[in-house]
Each structure stands twice: as C-alpha cells, then as structure tokens.
C-alpha cells in the first residue's frame, strides 16, 4: 500500500486514523497514523504530530 492510497482511504473514512508503516531507510519501520482533518491530513510519526499535509482533497 503507497502513501497515495492511505491518503484516500483516510480521507473516505473521515471517522478513524489509518495506521500504516514508514520506512525511512534507518533500519525498522516507525509506526504512523494519516489522519483527516477537513481538507489536509495530519501525520503523526511514532505517535508524535510531524506536521499537515495540505490539499489532499484535490486527490
């Protein structure tokens, strides 16, 4: 599953955090949440807020 298609799947959902792995190439993958928030996405890396993700609902 790509970034991309958490993106979408966060944003028909709207109600949960899609929770998916991230590999950084630094050894073991970092737990993440994507999670709707109107029209951006918050992304959370081991369970700390890493920023938005703005205009995912162009997608």
Not at 1 to 20: A, C, K, Q, Y
Not at 27 to 33: K, L, V
């Amino acid at each position: 599953m790509d970034f991309i298609t958490i993106i979408v799947r966060t944003l028909s959902r709207r109600s949960t955090p899609s929770r998916f792995t991230m590999d950084r190439g630094q050894g073991a993958a970092a737990p993440c949440e994507a999670e709707a928030d109107g029209d951006s996405l918050r992304l959370y890396v081991d369970g700390r807020f890493e920023g938005w993700i703005d205009g995912v609902a162009r997608l």
